[in-house]
């Protein structure tokens, strides 16, 4: 008898040894692969030691809890305790003083130079004001008190009876004419097909700006060079500790019905109700200069592309399904995290901008990821799907969505679903590709970039 048990035992130790053995061949093979430069900021998984891939896996690889930290370019990533979200959170969030004292500065320049072109009596700039839409108003700002964008108001009386002409049918640019009567005002702004010319607005806007910064008071204030790819005139204003940028863009009011453009856009219906949807669609929109990039790739001018910020500051700002989500007298149960969500991605972007290849991040910007929240509340509605408490949960969903829409190369305009932000037009499919491996990278370790 204890001649069989001597038996087992041998065998059952032959069996655990051989299983030992084969462990270690396997982790060797896998880590011999990140050795010779094989496996470039991803984890590699055993379906991946015996065959390549697809993109597709790879995204259902992303959703895997891996609590290994994986190498890159051959180099383990950085092994420190990651920091949680919502602490990287709470440094994004700008600190009072800096962004008031940053705001009023801006504030009183601003006015200063509207004050003076206003003076330009029978003008369409004899009533302009400034338009309290962007990040900033809408809470979503992120590290730069010293960089503000301001859009600068043109109201037209007669702006119900301008005719508005898609170029292509699914894009967001448009030439802007009169049915008939014309205002004696835009005259001198009217090209020779009876368009309104954008090019010539700006070149006049410009023009006053530089009359008024020349006056006194107005000493510690510069007009940058322009940018012919930017509808913005960018000034400088002279700070300590740092000088603050300002861009302003001229907005055409436009009273009209919304295009036939944005018929299945804005579907809020299931998250913001179908009262609050019609509400927004009764209301106004804008026309901004931009030189337009059609499919030849070629620089159209006097061209106006539509602007729905003030639509998205009330989105943004009243984003809950319950009205009470994240309302200044909410419980810890009515806050979301709607707001911190697009603040880390648009960080992240921000960050790979900066230390990574700029010339394959410069086709990216924050409103990549506004829209992409945009349409990820439309697919979660719920205030509950967005619990503060479960920020990191919510956060790498919203990156799964986002690298999903980048390994598609497609990122439909909220408002206009035909406009495609990430086509070959506006965005280089290889640039996809990249920010498509930095992100997901950083997602499968836990966000390194966060805390280096």
Known sequence: MLDVIVLVLAFVIAVVIKQQKLSQVKYKSIDDRWENGQRQGTVVSQKEVYGKTSKEENMKTANLDNGDVTRRNGKRANSRTPRRLKDVVDELRLRKNDISNAADKVNTVVDAILKSVKHSKGSIFEKIKKISTGSYYERVKILKPNEFDIMIQISQRSSKSIIMTNLDKKGPYYTLSFKDRKPSAMLKYLNLEGNISASEIVKEFRHLIKQA????????????????????????????????????????????????????????????????????????????????????????????????????????????????????????????????????????????????????????????????????????????????????????????????????????????????????????????????EEIRYQKLNNYPIFYE
């Open 213 to 436: 910064i020349g006056k006194p008071g107005m000493e510690k204030v510069y007009l940058h060079a322009k940018n012919s790819r930017s509808p913005a005139e960018t000034l400088l204003i002279k700070n300590e500790p740092q000088d603050i940028s300002v861009d302003l863009v001229i907005a055409l009011k436009i009273i009209n019905e919304w295009p036939e453009e944005t018929n299945f856009g804005m579907n809020i219906d299931d998250w913001l109700g179908m009262k609050v949807k019609q509400e927004y669609k009764r209301s106004h929109f804008y026309m901004v200069p931009k030189r337009a990039v059609m499919g030849n790739k070629t620089k159209k001018a006097d061209i106006w592309r539509i602007s729905f910020s003030n639509i998205e500051k009330k989105i943004i700002t009243k984003h809950g399904n319950d009205k009470n989500c994240c309302g200044k007298k909410a419980s810890e149960k009515k806050m979301c995290c709607r707001k911190q969500c697009l603040k880390l991605l648009k960080y992240l972007l921000e960050l790979l901008k900066t230390n990574g290849e700029q010339r394959k991040m410069n086709q990216f910007c924050s409103y990549h990821a506004k829209t992409a929240l945009l349409h990820f509340c439309v697919k979660h509605p719920k205030d509950e799907d967005w619990k503060f408490k479960e920020l990191e949960l919510h956060f790498n969903k919203y990156v799964d969505f986002f690298l999903d829409c980048l390994s598609r190369y497609t990122l439909y305009n909220f408002f206009i679903p035909a406009h495609n932000l990430f086509s070959e037009e506006f965005v280089d499919k290889s640039n996809c590709d990249y920010l498509y």
